[in-house]
């Protein structure tokens, strides 16, 4: 306990007095304050990024000042977010993994998945699978797992990075941050990404930190958990 | 020796009114059979370039795609689930292309994406089917394959357009017809050069997940030893021409294109430098002579799969007062200018005063951009090396980008066509004439003797 702390403690004669208030451990608060913003920034904008594409310019290119005929247009592509750009797992990266056999469900189950999907006919409640979620087919097709994932870690990212700013469920939010960056990790352990895995684990550490710093987290919405 | 004038008279007189190898004169087909305009298709292959071509034609309007076909259940779902996400409606899936053609009715088109040595007999049957093709380079794995498709094609009377993409790419058409030839800022070009160089990393055996391997009896059945050989088809003397009609056949396509000729000779070597257990060479590197309308034009191509020095790739054209090197990937676009203009007759002294050549009224008007002014090395320590070293050109830009996947307005040229509305780029004829000399390559380097093209070599 800090000297500042001790002192706050005498004054009102109360130790829970002192935890929870932020100005006596201003350097904690403002340390587990700046962790969150990080960590959530970090989160949500590399959820956001899984929605991104780019598209070219449509400019013509002006040849004695009129539109050339051959379809040039203007060099520059334009940064675009739509749910349509969405790709959990980078299409290069998706490639490597769908060929790594730990990236599959064990074959039972994955065996399992696609007969039931074949037992009901291509239906779901009675529905003609056109009317149901428009990948399924193709994501029975490719190995399960990898597609659970892919469909999976741009939303998480983005869910994880709000409760953490917001400050819902701080530290379990935290911990399922830290799980997910274990996910990655893992994936990057399969095809030998050493650099990323350092990189990876550095954000561990700053979960790690973000955790034990979590009681002098202040401005929550939901301090329980 | 093929000189520009056979060729002509061939492309006229296998086109109709062919024009040198870049304006196809084969006319355009019939509106679509179906109404409205839309176009029924066929995807015929759905592999890695199958997936390729899917991403430029999910763009394309008025396309139906009614049914697909690959031996590979893996591949078929992968090509249905691409389907239902687009057009919300599930495709008939074939492992049979005999069974598609005798089951689908109201096809207009098939876009082909098999292996090389299924590339001949996929364009056959589809075009005896009476449906419009579009396959992908190389046109077979043999130049007997080849010319089946070119007779097929004018047999049926149907379309049949060869996927060398960069023939429909605006920044090479605008390269070629505004700068070359328009504006002839090369001068008179006297050498080309290209190259398609890849890394060891870039180069190795696709890998599989063991548990989708195809069932033997279906693999034997489609001329496959094992599942290996099925993935990494393209390294087999059976099923593929290898890393020159690979990769090269794209390159060494421009090198024809844009010198509006065919060579007279070529001479390559090769070798198993890294790669000692393939069929084909990993590293091929060939020599190609030209005559061409402004006279002979040496162009020298390698294709190295054990190494990404020098830049990826690009194809280069050298002339006497600028040099343009082209690439699909625009960062490798670059264009040159020689200081001073080439004097009319080499014998001619060279005056006292020499001019220097500007393209700033081509700037002006917008056929180039301008790159910041090259940097002149310092001379070297120990002195100036030569007296008569250049100085470094200054540099220049493509003033525009295509802003699609490459290979979409090749196949946006090919649905228009069999529309009615545009003429193909690159049908089956011309494609044979420019193809023709690189199924001449790996003989070349095999029996290291350069060969000489006759009619023989290069006629359909």
């Not at chain 2, 190609?288 to 002979?296: L, S």
């Not at chain 2, 280069?316 to 090197?325: A, L, N, P, R, V």
Request: with cysteine; net charge positive.
């Amino acid at each position: 306990m800090t000297t500042e702390s001790t002192e706050c403690c005498k004054s009102t004669d109360s130790t829970e007095c002192c935890k929870s208030c932020p100005l006596t451990h201003l350097g904690y608060f403002y340390a587990a304050l700046l962790l969150r913003i990080w960590l959530a920034v970090r989160a949500i904008q590399t959820g956001l990024e899984k929605y991104v594409g780019t598209v070219g310019s449509d400019q013509p290119i002006m040849i004695d000042g009129k539109p050339n005929v051959h379809g040039l247009t203007a060099a520059t592509n334009i940064k675009e977010y739509a749910l349509s750009h969405y790709h959990g797992v980078p299409e290069g990266l998706f490639k490597k993994f769908a060929t790594e056999p730990l990236m599959r469900l064990p074959g039972p189950i994955e065996d399992g998945l696609k007969n039931l999907y074949k037992s009901i006919g291509g239906k779901i409640n009675g529905e003609k699978l056109a009317d149901a979620p428009a990948a399924w087919e193709k994501f029975m097709a490719e190995p399960v797992m990898l597609n659970m994932y892919n469909l999976v870690l741009g939303p998480a990212l983005l869910v994880l990075g709000f409760t953490i700013l917001f400050g819902i469920a701080s530290r379990t939010s935290l911990f399922l941050l830290g799980l997910l960056y274990i996910s990655l990790t893992w994936g990057l352990i399969l095809i030998k990404q050493d650099d990323g895995i350092s990189w990876l684990g550095i954000h561990m550490i700053l979960i790690v930190m973000a955790l034990m710093l979590a009681k002098y987290n202040s401005f929550c919405l939901l301090k329980k958990w | 020796m093929i000189n520009r004038r056979d060729f002509l008279a061939k492309t006229a007189a296998g086109a109709g009114a062919g024009l040198v190898l870049g304006t196809p004169g084969l006319l355009s087909a019939a509106s679509a059979s179906s109404p409205s305009n839309k176009l029924n298709v066929a995807l015929i292959g759905h592999g890695k370039q199958g997936q390729v071509l899917w991403e430029s034609m999910k763009n394309i309007p008025g396309l139906h795609f009614q049914a697909v076909c690959d031996i590979w259940e893996y591949n078929r779902k992968a090509a249905a689930g691409h389907v239902r996400a687009l057009q919300k409606h599930t495709p008939k899936d074939y492992e049979n292309i005999d069974d598609l053609l005798a089951n689908e009715k109201g096809l207009d088109a098939a876009v082909i994406a098999t292996p090389d040595f299924w590339h001949s007999p996929h364009t056959v049957k589809c075009l005896e089917a009476g449906l419009n093709v579009y396959c992908e380079k190389m046109m077979s794995n043999t130049i007997d394959g080849a010319r089946a498709m070119v007779k097929a094609m004018e047999k049926s009377g149907k379309l049949c357009q060869i996927g060398h993409q960069r023939r429909s790419n605006p920044r090479y058409r605008f390269t070629l017809d505004q700068l070359i030839n328009g504006n002839k800022i090369c001068g008179q070009i006297v050498n080309a050069n290209a190259q398609w160089n890849r890394a060891i990393k870039s180069s190795q055996n696709i890998a599989y997940a063991p548990k989708l391997t195809i069932k033997q009896d279906i693999l034997t059945k489609y001329g496959f030893k094992d599942m290996h050989q099925f993935m990494n088809w393209r390294f087999f003397r059976d099923l593929s021409g290898g890393a020159i009609s690979d990769l090269g056949a794209h390159q060494i396509d421009i090198f024809n294109w844009f010198l509006g000729a065919v060579p007279k000779s070529v001479y390559a070597t090769g070798g198993n430098s890294y790669f000692k257990q393939r069929e084909h060479f990993d590293n091929v590197m060939a020599l190609f002579d030209y005559d061409t309308p402004q006279g002979q034009v040496r162009a020298f191509y390698q294709v190295l799969t054990t190494t990404s020095s020098g830049g990826g790739y690009w194809e280069s054209f050298m002339g006497t007062e600028g040099t343009i090197k082209i690439s699909e990937n625009s960062a490798s676009t670059e264009i040159f200018k020689e200081a001073s203009p080439a004097p009319k007759d080499p014998n001619e002294p060279q005056p006292d005063k020499i001019v220097p050549l500007s393209w700033d009224h081509l700037v002006q008007r917008g056929f180039l951009g301008r790159k910041a002014a090259p940097v002149e090395a310092p001379p070297a320590a120990g002195g100036v090396v030569d007296a008569r070293v250049s100085k470094p050109p200054e540099g220049f830009s493509l003033p525009g980008e295509l802003n699609k996947p490459p290979h979409q307005p090749h196949l946006e040229n090919f649905f228009a066509s069999v529309r009615g509305e545009a003429k193909l780029n690159c049908d089956a004829r011309h494609a044979f004439l420019s193809e023709a000399p690189i199924y001449w390559v790996n003989p070349s380097a095999l029996s290291q003797q350069p060969i000489v093209f006759t009619k023989e070599h290069l006629d359909v």
